[in-house]
């Protein structure tokens, strides 16, 4: 083999998307749409050899790697990567089947254009570009530049994210952008931001593995992160783990300590367990004076927190909370983790700082084994959470710092006045907006509000109020596109390069190993496309692959807390098994597992974190004589994903979960409604009533129901009521009331 032949062959072992990608050159208009274009999904002319690359999953944080099998350059199977120092060989059902629901009859193949009629007709993608063009710019000047949306999310790479955030923001002249990241991570953001200084999860997933207790908060990690929960089980110090979740889920079922708590009622018993061990004086007061502030304040305020009254208002027997107090205390290495349990709801915030205020005060801070941590849920929330161009300046910068836009501006090379110096609104601003008529136009890239949305009732109205919807996904059956003016027939993972940062903000390499049906493209060649459209391209000249943008990006993080200047490339990353963030140009070594904190610094400008805490408020919707049960909502199964437009595409996936909505409800509650296990019931709230078939369970207890996100009648029920400082939607808790079918007439 000559040497330039037997690189290639090593470049294609590594990353056969980049050399498909190398051999069309920089994307150019021309390339991209000419018949067997990059976009189009070009061949490669000769024969591959079979060979393996390694790539990380696109469905959740966890971020496992999955080691793909290639014959002649494209993805036959793949398998669970043995050497990630994430998965460690193990991948749940959906990355198993990873491969499988990209191909499907529901594949936007074609764009498609709603004509006269009302039916969505296939186009040609000059068409759609210009008619995305036309509409956009129309409503721009006859409403002005903001009154054009676009909503993003968490499940594209970060090169994707920010060039969507850009293009729209410096280069369409958009203001308000938000993606479904707000659904999901807000809550942790604002929390982390306030206490820390900086939006900065501590942990590595090591410390799964080196705690002695574990305290899980909201989080049904065995279901939603199965491979996370693997990491739990791996633990060889005999963990106490305890779960605090009003149901008794899969995770409830294998802890040693079950908190099953009134909804809602977190925050008051984070800050009795508190008070209980400043009052037994289990504090670490040399770890308070030296990196906090608003200890003395905190103890104060958790006074009349004592047991009785958190017994009252959690429903739980003193003696669990009591032992919960004294499990803390008695660990040398105590984790406190949450998810959605957490973070969906009214008052997000403040409980996410409750779990942070006790890990503060107990030490458990920097070390291994320890931290106050919350887990991300879609598979790039984190690049979203910083890159999208959304919520932050890239690279975590502030809008509205003149300069942090001088220097954002620099970088990109193009002037400072295209950056917008103000936030854009949130997503249910976006949304009120476009009800009062202020936003007109709105883009729909990777997520399907008319199924996850809160209140679908209002929120399907909202949206068909638009004078202009375009929808931008890989299928064309989901309940949003149904509903666009346009849809952008979309690649998705696996059709594409770029990283995802999981979790424990690893950044990993996704790769491009399987060609897009028909003329889908990458998000990033859509992009490109319409920037060129838009009469911008040129702000955007050096864009030309993910590759150079992540180059960009890197430039953008540097000097910020997630620095990742040191990095050499996607080569480097795939090389190294991902690398944490930070990562600056000094780093020597991108050692498998990294914490944030050891060091006791702080992102906050005294380098102190921050005790924040605020009262309790009652539950935003109690039940009520009409409505008698709290509902609570949920993931269901670890094959289901969100709206299901994916993973129902999987035949083995679907064998996996239960195909039709249900409402699980407790022995009690049923047989005093006259519910038989099976029976189809309907479930009503203020806003609207679905059909369910009953699954008579005591894993939740009296008084209240769960029904699983993944069909889309379940946020007919919800209610668009949000946390003050995150803007997130409280999915969590409304009221409801169940009725056997037969007595509905
Ligand atoms: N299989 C699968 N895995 C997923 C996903 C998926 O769709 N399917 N989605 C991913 C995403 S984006 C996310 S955000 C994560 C979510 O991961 P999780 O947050 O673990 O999942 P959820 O089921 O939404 O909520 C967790 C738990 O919160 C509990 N809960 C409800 N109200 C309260 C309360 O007031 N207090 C407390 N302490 N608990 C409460 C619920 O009973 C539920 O068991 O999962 C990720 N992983
Ligand atoms: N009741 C209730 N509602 C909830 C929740 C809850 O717990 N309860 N959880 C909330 C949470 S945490 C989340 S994260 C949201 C998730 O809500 P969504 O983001 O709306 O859900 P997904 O099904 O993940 O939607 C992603 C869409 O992107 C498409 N897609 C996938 N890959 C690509 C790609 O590469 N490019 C493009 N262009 N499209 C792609 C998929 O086909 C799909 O239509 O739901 C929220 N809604
Ligand atoms: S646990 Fe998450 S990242 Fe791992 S294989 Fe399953 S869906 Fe993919
Ligand atoms: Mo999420």
Partial sequence: MTPDVAASADVVRRNPGALLHARTGPLTRELLLAPGGFGLGQVPERALPDATTNMVCGYCSTGCSLKVHLRNGEACSLSPNTDYPVNLGMACPKGWEALAVLNSAERATLPLLRNASGGLEPVDWETALRTFVDRFQAIQARHGAHSVAFLGTGQMPTEELAFLGSLAKFGMGLR?????????????????????????????????????????????????????????????????????????????????????????????????VARLL????????????????????????????????????????????????????????????????????????????????????????????????????QCNAMGSRLFSNTTNLLGGHDFTSAQHREKVAGILGIPAERIPA????????????????????????????????????????????????????????????????????????????????????????????????????????????????????????????????????????????????????????????????PYPSESADPAPERRLFAD?????????????????????????????????????????????????????????YPNLQYLEINPADARSLGVRQGAWVRVESQRGRIRACAFVTPTVQPGQVFVPMHEESTNVLTDAVFDPYSRQPSYKACAVRVVPETSVQ
């Fill in 422 to 581: 103000e936030n854009s609104w949130a997503y249910h601003e976006i949304m009120e907006g476009i009800l009062a008529g202020k936003i007109r136009g709105l883009w729909v890239v990777c997520t399907n509000p008319a199924h996850s949305w809160i209140n679908q009732g209002l929120a399907r109205d909202i949206l068909d109020r638009l004078d202009f919807l375009v929808v931008q996904d890989m299928y064309r059956t989901t309940e949003t596109a149904q509903r666009a003016h346009l849809v952008l027939p979309a690649a998705g993972w696996g059709e594409k390069d770029g990283t995802f940062i999981n979790s424990e903000r690893r950044i990993g390499v996704v790769k491009r190993v399987a060609r897009a049906p028909g003329q889908a493209l990458a998000d990033f060649s859509i992009f490109r496309l319409i920037a060129d459209a838009w009469g911008c391209g040129e702000l955007f000249r050096d864009w030309d692959s993910p590759e150079s943008v992540f180059r960009i990006l890197q430039r953008c993080s540097a000097g910020q807390p997630c620095d990742i200047t040191g990095i050499e490339g996607y080569r480097a990353l795939d090389e190294a098994g991902g690398i944490q963030w």
């Fill in 600 to 656: 006791g610094r702080y992102f906050t400008p005294s380098g102190r974190a921050k005790f924040l805490f605020e009262s309790p408020r009652p539950l935003s919707e109690p039940p009520s004589k009409r409505f008698p049960l709290i509902l609570l909502t949920g993931r269901g199964s670890a094959s289901q994903w969100h709206t299901q437009t994916r993973t129902r595409q999987s035949a083995v996936l679907r064998k996996l």
């Fill in 278 to 377: 400043i009052e037994r004086g289990w504090i670490d007061r040399a770890y308070i004076d030296a990196h906090a502030e608003g200890f003395d304040q905190f103890a104060e305020f958790v006074q009349p927190y004592t047991l009785e009254e958190v017994a009252a208002r959690t429903g739980l027997p003193a003696e669990r909370i009591e032992r919960m107090a004294e499990t803390i205390h008695a660990g040398r290495r105590v984790s406190f983790w949450w998810t959605m349990g957490v973070n969906q709801s009214y008052q997000g915030v403040r409980t996410a700082q409750a779990i942070i205020n006790l890990a503060l005060m107990t030490g458990n801070m920097g070390r291994p084994g320890t931290g106050a941590n919350s887990i991300t849920g």
């Fill in 176 to 272: 308000h952008g938000d993606g479904n990241t707000r659904q999901c991570m807000a809550t942790s953001v604002v929390a982390y931001k306030q206490a820390f200084g900086f939006d900065a999860p501590p942990y590595s997933y090591a410390d799964f593995e080196e705690s002695d207790v574990i305290v899980l908060i909201g989080s049904n990690l065995c279901l939603a992160h199965p491979i996370l929960w693997e990491r739990v089980l791996r633990n060889p110090h005999q963990p106490q783990i305890i779960v605090v979740d009003p149901r008794t889920t899969e995770t409830a079922m294998n802890a040693t300590q079950h908190l099953p708590l009134a909804p809602k009622s977190d925050q008051a018993l984070l800050y009795g």
